[in-house]
């Protein structure tokens, strides 16, 4: 296959599904993985594209949920600020909920040290957490989703139902003042409106990335979320919007 022609394929494929792999792609095409990044080089410089740490990702359309082997090397400076931000809000002792985000993942590496109660659906922050011994640690079990590395589905919802948390840490697809919280996931959202509706403190994690944007479907209202952490200082018009909500702001910055 000509060069142009692989590297229009691969357009195709990243409209579709959102996000390559480098590995993944180099087994498709036969090439070496050398080949694949000079491809993707070339398509970022074309401004198709956004490459980052073994793949590449866009960001066009409502149904987008890119692989979280991506997305953690994805924005980490503000999702690390994010994670030491709600240290803050985490005690000894509580029981919290956190999502299968890669901001929860961060949040999940800056916990060790606390005695907790953490119950996720995330096989990765399952991963990180399993040999500490400070944390007693709850696994919703369901259908594993490869893309997130994640439990969903109907068993994960039943099993969910039956915990409820001091806090949970929630993240979303996007945020905005017309169309609220919203995810790229149906699944995913719904275990997170659970989450939230068994929660004392309901926590929404986001980076600045993700505002003024809509995804596929509705996670809930400002009026369902207590408190709103963010990596970079938001708009006035966001201040003033999240007041009428009396949803918390935080910024990192």
Known sequence: MLPIARRNKIKEIITEKKSVIVSELAKSFKV?????????????????LTRTYGGAYISDGVENDVD?????????????????????????GDSI??????TSLYIASSIKEKRLTVTTN????????????????IIIGGRIEHPSMSALGRNAEWNINNYFFDASFISCRA??????????????AEIRKIAIDHSNHTYL???????DRTAFTKLGDFSNIDTLIVDKPLADEWHDFLKNYDTALVECE
Not at 38 to 46: G, S, Y
Not at 126 to 131: C, F, M, S, T
Not at 175 to 187: A, F, L, R, V
Not at 205 to 211: I, M, P, R
């Open 97 to 102: 909920f956190l999502d299968a985000s890669t």
């Open 205 to 211: 994690v986001a980076d600045s990335t993700k505002f």
């Open 32 to 48: 070496t993985e050398e080949t694949i990044r000079k491809d993707l080089q070339q398509l970022e410089e074309e401004g198709f």
């Open 122 to 137: 995330s096989i990765k922050i399952i991963n990180v957490l399993a040999d500490n011994p400070n944390i007693k640690l």
């Open 68 to 92: 979280i082997n991506l997305r953690e090397h994805i924005q980490v400076e503000g999702k690390q600020k994010i994670a030491q931000m709600c240290l803050n809000y985490i005690n000894n």
């Open 175 to 188: 945020i905005s003042m017309t169309h609220g919280i919203t995810d790229s996931n149906e699944q995913q």
